[in-house]
């Protein structure tokens, strides 16, 4: 087989001694390969191509050197991966585990000499998806990281970083089966940005790749490490995410907070689905929800009109937004003064909520008087979750009057891409079984044009032997 294929990147490498400069070797046959090299980083990103002719079942071995400016260079890590027979012009997306430590990301495409491709007649559930996970900003981090270190903690101050790679906080995604990591370069401080398009300006993007079944959860962390080496750390915060039944090269941005405001801005991208193959006659149709009244939600929690006349009248320190829903609490950060001593005009962050149109939740704006954690209710209002009626979003203002007359809160609430009725329909039926008109590669109305056809049979039952 001719073979396409593309070193994406290393994440979450181990070292002995630093700085660390990776790069990958690896040799098929008589020819060596290598990446160029990434300097000072355990997470490098290559998006390199290679290519070569190998057989099927042919084993590849691949090192990870880190290099030596004033001496030899040395071995780091190293993973193997065996070639399986690959369908014609059909790109795959992997990720192995590099020893000791690490995740290496590929893609491998086949040019010349795989397996025709082929449609199955149903929906194999058991199928994984790949999808990318790009961290855009983490942000609203004031009262995460003052429960866990206190309001004048050295912790606290040093987990911030105006130009080089944080070592003291890493973003983990993790499943059931699996788990990978990478260093957030950049987060934002305990100021709110006035506009949700100014969080870009405020860090660096970097990205991880994951494997997972739809329907499963992602845990999303903020894990705090006080040694860069170790595995020891401090979770602090967590938010959980279903997998979608997402379409290849479908993309999703999320605003996603944990319960104590701590919130992140990513963009989800699927770049193998779980209907790769798939007759697309099968797929779901557009916007087929299971339901109308129930699913899950993305609350933004925007701005109050007038915020700094409100917090001047009342004198309010660190006012923050409470929701509460099924007993569970969803906490904005703190809100603090600018250096000009103005506060920002809103928060902008989003809770991942499971919601029941018609039924109610309850919302509170707080605050509280330096250096005291306790908090004071201002505002206290029972609301009720809004028809949608066919839309994707829909604006939600809450009178402040009890508190300032004109003082509005601003939010929206978004229905984010959940899992199709058509594939938890096909999760509950399982996977039929395939008669002969069924078979991979043979199309029914092409053996009756031709009666001479000569047709090889050999029946397939359960899962296809083409999981990727």
């Known amino acids: 087989m001719n073979i396409e294929l593309t070193v994406i990147g290393l994440r979450d490498l181990h070292a002995d001694e630093l700085p660390i400069n990776p790069f990958v070797k690896f040799v098929v046959g008589k020819n060596s390969y290598e990446t160029t090299l990434r300097r000072n980083t355990f997470y490098p990103d290559y998006n390199q191509k290679f290519y070569f002719t190998v057989l099927p079942h042919t084993t590849l071995s691949f090192k990870i050197m880190t290099y030596n400016f004033f001496g030899k260079n040395t071995e780091i890590g190293n993973m193997q991966w065996t070639i399986s027979q690959l369908i014609l012009n059909n790109t795959r997306h992997e990720t192995t585990s590099v020893f000791p430590r690490g995740k290496f990301i590929f893609s491998v495409k086949c040019l010349k000499g795989g397996l025709p491709n082929y449609m199955t007649p149903y929906i194999d559930p058991s199928i994984t998806c790949f999808l990318k996970i790009t961290v855009n900003s983490i942000y609203g981090t004031s009262r995460a990281f003052f429960n866990k270190f206190g309001l004048n903690s050295e912790k606290t101050k040093a987990v911030y970083n105006s130009s080089k790679e944080l070592t003291s906080v890493k973003f983990e995604a993790k499943t059931l089966t699996y788990s990978t990591r990478v260093n957030v370069k950049k987060i934002i401080d305990n100021n709110y940005p006035t506009q949700s398009s100014d969080i870009l300006s405020y860090s660096e993007c970097c990205s991880i790749y994951i494997e997972g079944s739809v329907c499963a959860f992602i845990d999303f962390s903020a894990l705090f490490f006080e040694n860069i080496n170790t595995e020891k750390s401090m979770s602090l915060s967590t938010v959980q995410y279903q997998i979608p039944d ?49 699913f899950p939600c993305e609350v933004d929690i925007l701005q109050i009109g007038n915020m700094n006349e409100l917090c001047k009248k009342h004198n309010f320190l660190f006012p923050s937004i409470q929701l ?26 989003g809770f991942l909520i499971p919601i029941l149109t018609g039924t109610t939740f309850w919302l509170e704006l707080t605050f509280r008087n330096y250096p005291e954690f306790r908090e004071r209710t201002a505002f206290r209002e029972k609301c009720v979750w809004p028809d949608f009626e066919g839309k994707n979003k829909v604006k939600f203002d809450v009178n402040l009057q009890t508190v300032m007359k004109g003082a509005i809160l601003k939010m929206e609430f978004k229905r984010i891409r959940e899992v199709s009725a058509t594939f938890l329909k096909a999760m509950v039926n399982g996977i039929p079984k395939i008669t002969e008109q069924h078979e991979i590669g043979i199309n029914e109305k092409e053996l009756k044009s031709d009666e001479n056809q000569v047709v090889v049979e050999s029946k397939i039952e359960g899962f296809s032997p083409f999981s990727h």
Do not use: A
């Open 246 to 294: 997402f379409r290849t090269n479908e993309i999703q941005d999320l605003h996603i907070s944990g319960t104590n405001g701590l919130s992140f801005f990513l963009t989800i991208e699927c770049l193998r689905s779980v209907y790769l193959h798939v007759d697309p006659r099968l797929l779901p149709p557009p916007n087929d929800s299971p339901s109308n009244r129930g």
């Open 324 to 349: 509460e829903y099924q007993n569970v609490q969803y906490k904005t950060s703190w809100m603090f003064e600018k250096r000009n001593g103005k506060v920002p005009e809103g928060w902008f962050q």
